[in-house]
Structure formats: C-alpha cells, structure tokens
C-alpha cells in the first residue's frame, strides 16, 4: 500500500470513529458509570488481590467471572458455529443473512470472555506460559481449552475479515481471506465442538464435590448439546433486538427474511432440546440417582429440567407450529434462563452442595461481569452500525461474478 | 496418564501448532512409573497433639508460626498452615489428626494444571513452581481433598499446599514434621515399605486398629497413608472419593480429541462437498426444465 492510501485510509478511520446515532442515551450513560466502577473495582483487584473484591472462597476457587462469563457466556457464542456450519456446509442460504452478525458476536465474545478470563487469573502475568511452549500440561483440560479458544479466536477472525476488508474497500486482502473461509468454518467447528465440552470437563475431577444430579462422566456431551440451543436462542434474541436497534441500516433482505429465519431457528431448538432432555434422561437413569429427587436438590433439578428445557421445547414447537414468532422469542428467552441456571447449577450453586450454604457472588463481582457485556454490545454495536454486517455489501462487492454470495 | 499425554501429543501435531515437546514429556513417563514414591505414614493413634508437626512445618517452610489460640479443634490447612492437626473423638478419648496433602499418587491438581507449575516429582512430592503458575486454580477445583490454598489477599497471589519437604528429601533428609514428632505417630519411607508397617500394626494390634489403611486405595493410591482407631468418616476423611485415580475422569475426553479433531472436518468436508454436489444437480434440473 502507498502512502497516500494508507493516509486516506486512516482519515476514513478517524471519520469512521466518531460516534454515529445519538450520545447520551439510557443505554450509554449506564454503561459508562458501570465501567467507570468497575475500572475502580479492578484497580482494587490488582493492587490488593482477589479476594478485596470477590466472594471466592479456598472451597469455591471460581467466582463469577469464571463461571458466568467464560463457562456460561462461551455456551452463548455457540452460535457462530451452528450458523456456518448449517449455511456453509449444509448450504442452507435461508440463515444466510444472520452469519454475519452471528460470527461478530461470537467473535466479541470470545475476546470478552477470554478477557474476563484474564481477570480472574491470579497471576496472568504468567498467562503466557502455556502458549509459548515453557510449560505445556498437556493432560490438563484448561490447556486444552486455552488452546481451543486461541484457536477458535483466528478462525473467527479469518470468516470476519471480509466484513472488515468491504468496510475499508481492501479488495485483495477480502479475496484472500474468503479463499481460507470454508477452512477457517470446518476448523472452527471442530474446534467449538471440543471446548464447548471441554468447558464441561473442567469439572471431570470435582466428582466429589458437585451434586450427583449435576455431575456425570457425561457433562462433556451434555455441555455440547447444550451449546447448540443455547447459542441459537441468544440468536433468536440478539436477531430480535437487532431488528429494532439496527432498523435503518438493515438490509430490506434481513429483515424480509426475520421471521421465517427465527421461527426456524426455533424449530431447531425445539429438536436440539429435545434431544438435550432425552440425554439428561439417560444419565439420570444411569446416574441411578431415584433417591436425591425428592429432596430440595431433586426440586430444584427437576425446576431446571421440566421449567427450562422440557418448556422451552414445547413452547419452540408451538411457536413453530403455529407460525408466531413471540412464542419463540418467549422460548427463546426461557431456554435462555435454563443455560444460565444449567451452567451456575454445576459450576456455583450445586458445587459443594454439602456445606448448604447459599453462595452469592459480591456485588462488585457482578458488576464486573455486566460491564464486561456491555462493552461487548458496545463494540458490537459500533462495528455494525459501520461495517456490513446487517445491511448490504457496497456495490463494488457484487460486481464480480461468482462471488456474490458470499458472506 | 502416560497414555493421555501421548496420545494428546498427536493431538497437538494435528492442531499444527508447532510445539517441541516430545523430548522432555517421554523422559519424564518413562522415568515416573519405575520409581518407587515415597510417603508419610500417620498412625491417628500414637499422635498426642501436640503440634510440633505444625511448628517444625512454618519453620522449614517460612510460614508465620503457629499460635497456642489456633488450638486443637476440627481445623483445615490454610495459605499460611501447611499441616494442622484437628480433635475429633470425645473428651475422654480424643483423637488427634494431622492433615496436609495427600501427595497422591496420580495427583488431579497436577493433571487439571496447564502449566504444570503443580507437578509430581519423581520421589513423590507434589511441588508448586512460582514461575510457572498462573493463578487458574484449576488445582483447587480438582484435588478431591481440597489442599491447596490461594492466596487471594495478594496481588501476587501464590498457590499454599503442603510439598512433603520435597527441598530435603533432596538433600537425603526426611520432612521436617516427621523428624520432629513429638509422638512417633510419622513415619517417612517408601510407599511400599510403609503399607507393610501399616499393615503389620493392624495384624500385629488388631483391636486398636480400624482395619483399613485410608490413602492405599482411594483415589488411586496416595503417598500419604494413616491408620486409625475408628471408621475414617468419624475423622472427616471421606469415604466416598473411590478408588479411581482422578486423572481417568478426564481420560474419555482427552482420548475424543484427536478423533475429534480429524474425523470432524473430514465429515464436513465431505458434507459441504455432498451439499455443492446436490446444489449442481438441482440447478441443471431447473436448467433443464426452463
Ligand atoms: S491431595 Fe490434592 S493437592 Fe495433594 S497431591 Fe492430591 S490432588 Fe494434589
Ligand atoms: S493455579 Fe497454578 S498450580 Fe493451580 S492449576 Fe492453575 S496454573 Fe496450575
């Protein structure tokens, strides 16, 4: 690149950075006092330790950083690999339109939540040790999972460069990088179907101290499954909002295509849950564990699976059936609701059941954990209000022939 | 876990990343399973409770000394309480026992940490490597007995557990509680020679002894064993931990990976393959029609 490009480049960046759409907006002015307090919260955090600032315990190790943010957040990027590896590799261009902005949220939220990650470790100046080589616990899972995530990360970013690349019209690096697409979408699937249910190995070794109703040698593939509902209905949702917040950028495409996407992607939930509830069923039954369900650990089991998963499947299935797309959304929400409780459940509220105290995390945790999402939405929020990712390619895009297309 | 190591060592030759770690990862299988460990016998019924393990331990290790107002009650280890030594049993029959690490034999804090900075030595003890922890404390969350600790008052945060003295073994010595208690209730040695004491004294005594050696079997075998009067669960050890060395829990899913890893794309490249195809035939159908 010459120079005179690469100034022009940077005027549009600097032109590009200013905020578009209105500054002072409930959503905004709460965001920044969140994070201005949780900016105070961290400096405590790496000035005075972790624990000036979380309720963790020598006994409960995570707080919620870890086990909301990164164990239950990465269930809700599940998407990303669902939505391409139905349109790229079983070529359904119905979902076409909700790739894009699918992979950014993925995406962001892999760098959030890896982020969130970084909060948490004691000593993340030593984070690099795993990477580069120095100290590989290849038996660990953790690792395995860093990995995976590092990985998954690039391939992301591989599906997302041509967003960005129409966006700045660089036209050879958009060529490029959709040459590597399909490999960076096989890649990133195998990938997320192993730290999806790597998230849940990490608690293989806690046999002892988690619930028998919640542990199983099968929380690998039930945090897979899981993954695959839980990830659509956060589209389901996202998709919704979308429509609303992003209305005048919007291709007439997307939003043509809303509904008859989401009341698919709700049929989809409906079977992926359906098939999640008949796995718990096995392992409950290979669990033999008849004799926790009538104690309060059984009830609250039972308000897990009956009120968040066997629900929000028949819900799906009417909302499908009779075509009503708030019938879905409402599904979409509760199933929603059942992850969270699924992956708190396991990693918090059941995790050391036998000491019967309520856990709750410290209020600085929490908001913490919030600010992390906002500015997640945030980001969002600025890379789709410019880049392509709801409205149309620019018109030098379809130009060319045979690769129209493309995402 | 020789077995997932290697097996994982594939694994990461498939992801491509370029990792050389072959070398030292095979010396250290092979070297591990000829050795025999060493370990600790603690026999509940000689112990007086004195606490001269407790003070002996802060000493060697350069943890703030003990208190007499910590007292002896049902206590746990801590980030600065390597060892403590708990009162169970009744008033007129007290029952004194000292808890620490468990040095297990496959040790789960060792197999959950992704830098290794939890590590099984090849004379037993299960040290902590500052330069290479990162403060996960996957550890915690995987030792069944709950040992290490975190310091998370520090902005340098380390990881606290008992080391068995592993700087002494070194140097020939024994650990510093064993060599200072006051009731011959410890005893240091090989793994196997100390499982034959153990079971000589309950043959030898069989009315003063509990019959079963806690640590020989459970979770896969620990270097530290005791011996006690009454049922273990009386003294808070649990019973219920199995007999499964902890690392197989994860064995299933670190053996999927690979298999993963290669069949997955395989299947979808053929999928996306199956799909272009049938796009093809569809269009020349419509083609053919119009
Ligand atoms: S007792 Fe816990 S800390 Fe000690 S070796 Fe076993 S798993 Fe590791
Ligand atoms: S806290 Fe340190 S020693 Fe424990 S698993 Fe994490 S890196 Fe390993």
Redesign the interface.
């Given at each position: 690149m010459d120079n005179t490009r690469e100034t022009s480049f940077l005027k549009f960046f600097l032109q590009e950075l200013k905020p578009k759409g209105k500054i002072i907006t409930p959503f905004n002015v709460i965001t920044v006092i969140i994070v201005i307090i949780s900016a105070v919260i961290l400096f405590f955090r790496?000035?005075?330790?972790?624990?000036?600032v979380?309720d963790?315990?020598?006994?409960r190790?995570?707080g919620l950083w870890i086990n909301f943010n990164v164990i239950t957040g990465v269930a809700f990027a599940g998407g990303a690999y669902v939505v391409t590896?139905m349109v790229?590799?079983?070529?359904l261009e119905k979902y076409r339109p909700i790739v894009r902005p699918t992979v950014l949220y993925g995406l962001l939220a892999y760098m959030f939540y890896a982020g969130a990650l970084l909060l948490?470790?004691?000593?993340?100046w030593?984070?690099i040790?795993?990477i580069i080589?120095?100290?590989?616990?290849?038996?660990?899972?953790?690792?395995?999972v860093?990995?995976h995530f590092i990985?998954y990360m690039i391939a992301e970013v591989i599906e997302f460069v041509p967003t960005i690349a129409e966006w700045a019209k660089w036209k050879r690096l958009r060529k490029i990088f959709l040459s590597l697409n399909?490999a960076a979408v096989?890649?990133g699937?195998?990938l997320s179907?192993?730290h999806q249910?790597?998230l849940g190995?990490?608690?293989?070794?806690?046999?002892?101290?988690i619930h028998p109703l919640w542990y199983s040698?099968f929380i690998?593939i039930l945090f897979f499954v899981s993954s695959i509902f839980a990830g659509l209905s956060l589209v389901i949702v996202s998709e919704s909002i979308s429509q609303k917040v992003f209305k005048n950028i919007m291709s007439t495409l997307h939003v043509k295509s809303h509904k008859n996407i989401i009341i698919s992607l709700g049929k989809i939930c409906a079977i992926a849950l359906f098939v999640y509830f008949s796995l718990t069923i096995l392992v409950f039954i290979h669990g033999k564990n008849y004799s926790y369900l009538n104690t309060p650990w059984g009830y609250w089991y039972l308000v897990e699976i009956i009120g968040f998963v066997v629900t929000p499947c028949m819900v799906f299935l009417f909302g499908f059936r009779l075509n009503n797309i708030r019938l879905v959304r409402i599904a979409a929400i509760m199933s929603i609701i059942g992850i969270i409780l699924n992956r708190m459940n396991i990693s918090t509220i059941a995790y050391q059941w036998y000491e019967n105290s309520l856990h709750f995390p410290s209020w600085m945790e929490l908001i913490v954990s919030i600010a992390v999402i906002l500015v997640q939405i945030m980001v969002f929020r600025w890379i789709a209000r410019r880049m392509p990712v709801f409205n149309e390619s620019p018109a030098w895009v379809k130009v060319k022939k045979g690769i129209k297309l493309v995402a | 876990?020789s077995l997932?190591?290697r097996d994982?060592?594939k694994t990461?030759g498939l992801?491509g990343?370029s990792?050389?770690?072959g070398k030292s990862?095979g010396a250290t299988t092979k070297k591990k399973n000829k050795t025999e460990f060493y370990g600790v016998l603690i026999d509940t019924t000689r112990c007086v409770g004195c606490r001269a393990c407790e003070w002996s331990c802060a000493e060697a290790n350069g943890l703030p000394e003990p208190t007499e107002d910590e007292g002896v009650k049902i206590r746990?280890t801590?980030?600065s309480r390597w060892t403590a030594v708990s009162e169970y049993g009744t008033e007129d029959n007290p029952i004194y026992v000292k808890k620490q690490c468990m040095q297990c034999m496959q040790p789960?804090c060792a197999?959950?940490?992704?830098?290794?900075?939890m590590n099984k030595t090849d004379e037993g003890p299960i040290v902590w490597r500052e330069?290479?922890?990162?403060?996960?404390?996957?550890c915690?969350?995987?030792c069944?007995f709950?040992v290490p600790?975190?310091?998370?008052?520090?902005?340098?945060?380390k990881i606290q557990k008992c080391q068995m003295c592993f700087e002494r073994l070194e140097e020939g010595g024994v650990p510093a509680c064993v060599e200072n208690c006051g009731g011959d209730a410890l005893l240091f040695g090989k793994r196997k020679d100390l499982l034959e004491v153990a079971r000589s004294r309950i043959y030898n005594n069989p009315d003063d002894y509990y019959h079963h050696v806690y640590g020989e079997h459970e979770v896969g075998g620990t270097g530290v064993l005791y011996l006690s009067s009454v049922p273990f669960e009386q003294l808070g050890f649990?019973e219920?931990?199995?007999t499964t060395a902890?690392?197989e829990?994860?064995k299933?899913?670190?053996y999927s990976?690979p298999v993963?890893?290669i069949l997955?794309?395989v299947f979808?490249?053929g999928?996306?393959n199956s799909?272009?195809e049938?796009?093809k035939l569809n269009e020349k159908k419509t083609d053919n029609h119009g």
């Open positions: 790496f000035t005075k330790g972790l624990g000036s979380m963790a315990s020598q006994t190790p995570w590896f790229y590799i079983l070529g948490d470790l004691g000593r993340p030593k984070v040790n795993p080589g120095n100290s590989f616990g290849l038996s660990s899972v953790l690792f395995l860093a990995w990985l399909l096989i890649f699937i195998a179907t192993l249910s790597g190995s990490l608690f293989l070794m806690a046999k002892a101290k040698e690998p | 876990m997932v190591r994982f060592l990461l992801i990343a990792l050389t770690v990862l746990k801590s980030v789960a197999s959950a940490c992704l830098t290794k900075a330069d290479k922890c990162m403060g996960c404390r996957s915690m969350i995987s069944p709950d600790k975190f310091e998370y008052d520090s902005p340098n945060p649990r219920d931990l199995g902890y690392p829990y994860n299933n899913f670190l990976v993963v890893l997955w794309p979808l490249l999928l996306n799909t272009k049938n796009k």
